[in-house]
């Protein structure tokens, strides 16, 4: 039997939840998603162009186009509903385009000055994943990467995994997100993406630099291209 890849957990996890995924990733992440979002968005400079691999329903793209209102901002993403979510909440000022791509096969006709991403990697092939963002990257480029990963504190640890059996058990009442609750705490304890993505960023020529946020519950990795 095929063992499944953490690619495809993609349709099972966001082909069903795009309604309610902005208050889902607020409340059971106790807010920090807002918070670690802020620390996504002060690592990215002044530039004219960014794009958002895997942009979801926008939450992070809204942001950044609030930061940088004279940038082109450029939203990708896998699954048409969140993108349907995203193109909702556009207004008249807002210089972002949405469009639908697979992040590991990437073919835009633009260069970014930034490329940042919020909870892509886990799902991902690293190698594919970073030789396509160096394909859109310009000279003197950063790539931002954010995603979960598990706490090595034995009691946060501890208090991590207790809290994704009560989620489990509430994913009972909501169907939709089952699936996330019982396979999300899996994927995080096995994915090495921290480990992994540095170390091809770093094979690739970038200067990369890591900042753990909550406890290690999450991390974003940074990686400038010198040239
Ligand atoms: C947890 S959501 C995060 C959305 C947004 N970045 C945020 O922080 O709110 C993960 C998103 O990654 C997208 N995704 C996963 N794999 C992808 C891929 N290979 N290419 C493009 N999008 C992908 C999913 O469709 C989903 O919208």
Known sequence: MKTESPKDLVPK????????????VNTTTFGKDKYWKKE???????CKTILDLACGTGILTFQ??????ESQITGVDI?????????RKMLPHHKISFLKQDAESLALEQKF????????PKYCNPKDLIMKCMNHLKPNGVIILHDFT???????RMLWDVYFVVLNVLGYF??????????????????????????????????????????NCSAILTGIKKI
């Open 113 to 120: 000055d930034c490329i940042v991403s919020s909870y892509i």
């Open 150 to 156: 598990y706490p090595k504190n034995r009691i946060v």
């Open 64 to 69: 950044i186009a609030e930061k940088f209102p």
């Open 79 to 87: 699954t048409e509903s969140y993108l349907n979510v995203a193109l």
């Open 174 to 215: 909501m169907p939709k997100w089952r699936s996330v609750f019982a396979d999300l705490p899996k994927l995080i304890r096995s994915t090495r993406w921290l480990e992994d993505y540095e170390e091809i960023m770093k094979s690739c020529g970038l200067k990369t630099k890591r900042q753990s946020l909550t406890w």
């Open 13 to 24: 996890f966001f082909d069903e939840t795009s309604q309610t995924y902005d208050r889902i």
């Open 40 to 46: 996504i968005i002060k690592k990215i400079p002044s």
